[in-house]
């Protein structure tokens, strides 16, 4: 506790000085010298970096082993086929090479005679090929040799009576995804438990599909905004339906689904009540059909972002919500180990945090009263709800996933407190420079600074957790998902601190970075960091496995898509604010933006293409989990 | 001592409260103040009927995820308000809009569009905001805006009866056959968006920006010529919308200024007149509003010179001073 105690100090101190340099004056003489955008110039330098040589060392390993198997696609069946040979025949081989021209096999192959052993002699007496003679010479040594039935000191036969050996490739493979381990250890699950979590995880998935279908049409919209003139599919009124579903749909409910299971596991009991379980399932799905169809019919709750579903229909999700919170903490409560395992503390945080301050979001305020809950509510949305849940499952997923516990427990606890006291009061930050009250926005950016503790504990706690078993996440299809996750975490977050600082403000707030921001975070965090907790589980829960192909191309076209997609964005965002402090034009910013929104809907649709790739890899696991199911019946 | 790892009572319990009181000094205190403290400017007025309903469709349309309407106390923002915007601005916009709907998020997070704080303020047209709303790439070429067709009608041109009120579209946009009848939801949204201005403070200090730069004068001025600052800039901001980069303007709405007998003329007292005072004297084209609030002197001479010598007009130009002599001129006549 000392040394956590150390850290505290040293960043508030860390953080007076930064409270001293925000209320100098702003100048921008010299922007390309601030603290804030050197320290996100430098974040998205690591960020490409990372993704660079991940890229290089694929690509490097995909051509390696293409060459690989062209040179040795004619050898290799030579070098095996030599193999079936008796001894008298590789000695005629032998003897044959010594008088006989040497060609090539193409030549050999024109005029081929039979049977096949003949012809085999024959291609390989004539073969001009620099290593058949030692091959020959190792095959004669080889099957001239005998034991003298006493080398080994037993004359038992080799035998895997242990079963040490698993699995015996005998491919060569193929350049293009690695052969990762097979995850086939079904953990013992009560049944009805599964259905849960499947069917969580799979509506999901089908959200997250519509959801980003949305956002990736929206996308389109800024590149021709004459696609359609119809009321229910204008920019307006699609954005949020964008955001809501997969807010609401995507995230939440993957999220809700994965926390039965840890909750139920780490407290080695079944949970409380599934009847319940199914009746938030229910009502936050209706909110969301209900709550799209008034959002694209023009009816909302006043623009606030994240609560645009008016009070009525966000009720239906708050009940689902506080059904979901009884569930798991009755749960917890009558669990058999006497620890509360630091997952459930997360988990449970995030849920009665979002009741409070759904409440409080929707509370009648007027007036400018109403935006400070708005920043309130917007950014508690995502830090307290999205954020402290998802840590939690990766508390739980990652030390499973690489079968080793987790670094500290105790940093754990540090950055779930720090997250609690700091990610509170941070929400203000969205209205820097705006009427709010100066203190509270001044409130907001130092905290938004101390957001580098929890951020810091939390990344370097998976980091060391992860240390020393980087081979298994080479091995593994689940692991990239949650080391990229963990990688975002660590960027996007550090980001979005500097983004709060008032120079940086100035140049960014109001353009398309935040959008970049919210996608670095939303998607590069909290969307990488569930598909790996998803892939993890279903294979332990059902004993089925996705296409590791496909998991391969989820994970690279959505990498890869959010770098093109943040990259552009974050660049013409730069180049907005640049300009509008320049004082040029309006219409400027919006013509400059041209190349860089078409960047982002190419990005985009690489995310979406991942996404339907992903929606069919649990659509494969559950049709044969369902299949089999019935058989057992 | 209390054993959080082996307690779930203690643990929910401190969860709750510490988040519970740090919400209520963060955001209900905050809020509550914001909501009782503040009283509204006595220069401003309530919204009409009218008004209000124009902002229920600009909330159910979406209209705040790409625009602002909030000047923020930073140089960069001049440009959409005379003064940074202060809470009281907000007294009568942000009243909640129904039983189910709350207090409108008017002051949105991000600008893909312009700022429109004072949008009644820089476009009074009537036409211009019909048109704009109608298709806006029929005003402003490069806009990203979404068009709101479904807020006007499409009608017979026999069928048009005499208190509709018909939009000015080229063939380009619509069938000769058919004439565009503006709906009572786009006047109405017209209205609220022309009810955008700031109220004076009268003695009240107003807040001050916060410049950009120290060396800003250099920084703009660099692109002009001589003393005053950066004419087409100017131009595009201000006049652009309506005039067209290309000073050809709109047939039918908005006049041309290439070739202008009024932009070429040696008298200069006239067009510059017209900058400040505003023109509505040819019943053809759309109300040119005033702008001698909005631009100083130095700027509508840097407007009026790029205008007399672009586009192929090759007219002489004029001096800060030019301007200055029209503005006293005008004085005396409206004391």
Redo the contacts between chains.
């Keep these: 506790m000392k040394k956590h105690f150390i850290i505290i100090i040293s960043f508030l101190l860390f953080n007076s000085s930064s409270i001293i340099a925000q209320t100098e ?5 010299n922007w390309t010298s601030n603290p804030g955008i050197i320290g996100t110039i430098i974040l998205g330098v690591i960020l490409l970096a990372i993704f660079s040589l991940i890229t290089v060392i694929k690509t490097k390993k995909a051509l390696r082993t293409y060459h690989k198997i062209n040179r040795l696609k004619n050898i290799t069946s030579i070098e095996e086929d030599l193999l079936s040979l008796e001894i008298q025949e590789i000695s005629q081989i032998i003897e044959n090479r010594k008088k006989t021209e040497k060609v090539s096999l193409n030549e050999i192959e024109k005029n081929l005679a039979k049977p096949y052993t003949e012809q085999l002699i024959n291609i390989c007496s004539r073969l001009n090929h620099q290593n058949i003679e030692q091959i020959l010479e190792e095959r004669h040594k080889v099957l001239s040799y005998s034991l003298q039935q006493n080398e080994l000191g037993s004359d038992k036969s080799p035998n895997d009576s242990k079963g040490m050996i698993t699995y015996v490739n005998n491919d060569l493979g193929n350049p293009i995804y690695d052969d990762k381990r097979s995850k086939k250890i079904k953990l013992e699950t009560d049944q009805e438990l599964v259905k849960i979590v499947i069917t969580y995880i799979g509506a999901s998935a089908f959200w997250l599909f519509f959801g980003t279908l949305i956002g990736q049409y929206l996308g389109m ?2 590149v021709w ?2 696609m359609d ?3 229910w599919l ?4 699609l ?2 339906v964008h955001t809501n579903t997969v807010f609401w749909g995507w995230a939440s409910l993957a999220m809700i689904g994965l926390g039965y299971f840890v909750i139920s596991r780490t407290s080695n009991q079944k949970i409380y009540s599934t009847k319940l379980a199914w009746r938030s399932f229910w009502l936050i799905n209706a909110t969301l059909v209900i709550g799209n169809i008034c959002l694209m019919a ?8 994240y ?1 645009e579903y ?3 229909v966000m009720l239906l999700f708050a009940i689902g919500l506080i059904t979901t919170t009884i569930n798991y ?1 009755k749960t ?2 009558s669990r058999t180990v ?3 395992y630091i997952s459930n ?1 997360y988990i ?2 995030a849920c ?2 979002t009741i ?2 759904s409440i ?1 979001g ?13 920043g ?1 509510y917007m950014h508690q949305g995502v830090g ?1 709800w999205f954020m402290t849940f998802t840590l939690g499952l990766v508390y739980y997923f990652l030390p499973s996933s690489l079968n080793k516990p987790i670094y500290s427990y105790s940093l754990g606890a540090l950055a779930f407190w720090t997250q ?2 700091f990610y ?2 941070i ?2 930050h ?2 820097v ?5 100066w203190w ?1 926005q001044t ?1 907001a950016i130092v905290f938004s600074g101390g957001m580098f503790i929890p951020v810091l504990a939390g990344t370097s706690n998976f980091l060391l957790t992860m240390k020393g078993s980087f081979k298994s996440i080479a091995d593994s299809y689940v692991l990239p998902f949650l080391l990229v996750g963990v990688i975002f975490y660590f960027l996007g977050s550090m980001q979005g601190s500097f983004q709060a600082f008032r120079f940086t403000n ?1 140049v960014w ?4 970075f ?2 970049a921001h919210s996608h670095l975070t939303m998607y590069g965090i909290i969307s990488f960091l569930l598909w790996g907790c998803i892939y993890a589980l279903l294979p332990n829960l059902t004993g089925y496995e996705p296409k590791q192909l496909n998991v391969g191309l989820h994970f690279w076209l959505a990498f890869i898509g959010l770098i093109i997609y943040t990259f552009s964005l974050m660049i013409g965002g730069t180049e907005k604010g640049l300009s ?9 910013s ?2 400059l933006m041209a190349p860089y ?1 078409l960047w982002r809907a190419v990005g985009g649709s690489l995310m979406f293409i991942s996404h339907i790739i992903f929606a069919i890899n649990i659509y494969h696991i559950y049709k044969k989990w369902d299949a089999n199911k019935i058989e057992k019946q | 001592m209390i054993n959080l790892h082996k307690d779930h009572k203690s643990l929910l319990t401190i969860i709750v409260f510490v988040f519970l009181g740090l919400s209520t000094l963060i955001a209900i205190i905050p809020a509550y103040n914001m909501q009782t403290k503040v009283t509204p400017l006595s220069k401003s007025t309530a919204l009409t009927q009218s008004e209000r309903n124009g902002l229920k469709t600009y909330i159910s349309e979406g209209c705040v995820s790409c625009h602002t309407q909030q000047v923020r106390n930073i140089a960069m923002d001049n440009k959409w308000g005379d003064r940074p915007s202060i809470p009281s601005d907000y007294y009568y916009s942000k009243q909640r809009l129904s039983f189910f709907q709350q207090s409108p998020s008017v002051l949105g997070s991000e600008r893909t569009g312009p700022d429109l704080t004072s949008v009644g303020t820089r476009q009074p047209s009537d036409d211009w905001h019909l048109l704009h709303l109608y298709n806006p790439r029929i005003v402003v070429k490069e806009s990203v805006m979404p068009g709101y067709s479904w807020l006007f009608e499409k009608k017979k041109k026999s069928a048009v009866s005499e208190n509709d009120i018909v939009l000015n579209v080229s063939k380009e946009f619509v069938n000769d056959k058919y004439a565009i009848i503006a709906k009572q939801e786009a006047l109405d949204l017209v209205s609220y968006l022309k009810s955008l201005k700031q109220a004076d403070l009268y003695a009240v200090p107003s807040p001050e920006f916060i410049p950009a730069s120290t060396k800003k004068e250099t920084v703009i001025i660099s692109k002009g010529t001589g003393n005053l600052p950066n004419g087409e800039q100017l131009y595009m901001d201000k006049c652009a919308s309506c005039h067209q980069l290309n000073g050809e303007g709109l047939g039918g709405a908005f006049p041309s200024l290439k070739g202008s007998p009024i932009v070429l003329d040696k008298n200069h007292d006239l067009m510059i007149q017209i900058i400040l005072a505003g023109y509505d004297a040819r019943s053809e084209y759309a109300v040119m509003p005033a702008f001698s609030d909005q631009l100083s002197d130095a700027e509508v001479a840097a407007i009026t010179n790029h205008e007399k010598t672009s586009w192929g007009n090759n007219a002489q130009t004029i001096s800060e001073e030019d301007v200055k002599k029209v503005r006293e001129y005008l004085k005396t006549l409206n004391p």
């Design positions: 004056e702003i100048n921008t003489d919209k800024f905004p004459e003139s119809v009321s204008s920019f307006g009124r954005r949020p023009g009816v909302n709750n006043g623009g606030g972002e609560r008016i009070w009525p903490y917890i409560a006497k620890e509360i503390w449970l945080g009665v945090w409070i301050l409080i929707y509370l009648p305020f007027t007036g400018l009263g109403e935006t400070i809950t708005q309130y307290m609690m006291l509170t009061l929400g203000t969205h209205f420079f705006s009427p709010l009250p509270l409130v100035y707030h109001f353009t398309d935040n959008v509008w402090i320049e004082g040029e034009a309006f219409i400027n919006v013509k929104w």
